[in-house]
């Protein structure tokens, strides 16, 4: 149980275009899902946590015109990067939180995203 | 003061021996606590969670707690090269809406 998958799971683009990544719980129901990135040999950093229904709470510092994510299902939020630029090329990993007891979060397996 | 410290290591313990990876957070409010494993270029798996003091087993793994210290560890018996990974503690804060704060992550070697 608790399976969270990412898509697409490696995607380059060029500087300037957008790119929108899914995020899919497909055995639970998930009200939270949380948006990180990750770079080379750094810890997690959390961009924003993800509500159904409602908009995103983001992290200081992280632009929300920029990250823009949607939560419209149990089971599905997304992340689309806009206008991208080479410094935005990393690890974009999510996770989701079944909520039913505890507060564990799986994570998907990630999206490398390179922007040339 | 970070809220989630860890040792980055890297720790390196010969195969078959007990790996001690250890945790202290700040938040002395904080409910739930976390171990992740993360392979080089994947994602956080989740290993264990512990939610009262005192410890927790879970095959290889123990977790332990200690809230007065503030102060959670994860023990990892008869180590495998194959638990050759990053270990990240992750803490619930009070009142933090269910956001994780992660500790860096401490870097286990274990040598065959």
């Known amino acids: 149980g608790a399976v969270v998958s990412q898509h697409p799971s490696r995607v380059i683009c060029k500087s300037g275009t957008s790119v929108k990544i899914e995020c899919r719980s497909l055995d639970f129901q998930a009200t939270t899902m949380f948006w990180y990135r990750q770079f080379p040999k750094q810890s997690l950093m959390l961009m924003a946590t993800?509500?159904?229904?409602?908009?995103?709470?983001?992290e200081q510092g992280v632009e929300k015109d920029k990250f823009l994510i949607n939560h419209a299902s149990l089971t599905l939020s997304t992340l689309t990067v806009t206008s991208a630029h080479p410094e935005d090329s990393s690890f974009y990993i999510c996770?989701?939180?079944?909520?039913?007891?505890?507060?564990?979060?799986?994570f998907g397996p990630g999206t490398r995203l390179t922007v040339t | 003061q970070k809220e989630v410290e860890q040792n980055s290591g890297p720790l390196s313990v010969p195969e078959g021996a007990i790996a001690s990876l250890n945790c202290t957070y700040s938040d002395r409010g904080s409910q739930s606590f976390f171990w992740y494993r993360q392979y080089s270029g994947k994602s956080p798996e989740l290993i264990m969670s512990i939610y009262s003091n005192g410890d927790k087993e879970d095959g290889r793994f123990t977790a332990q707690l200690n809230k007065a210290s503030q102060y959670v560890s994860l023990l990892i018996r008869d180590s495998q090269p194959s638990d050759s990974a990053t270990y990240l503690c992750a803490v619930n804060g009070n009142n933090q809406g269910g956001k994780l704060i992660f500790g860096q992550g401490t870097e286990l070697s274990v040598k065959p």
């Open positions: 996770s989701a939180r079944p909520g039913l007891a505890g507060d564990e979060q799986y």
């Open positions: 993800s509500n159904e229904g409602s908009k995103a709470t983001y």
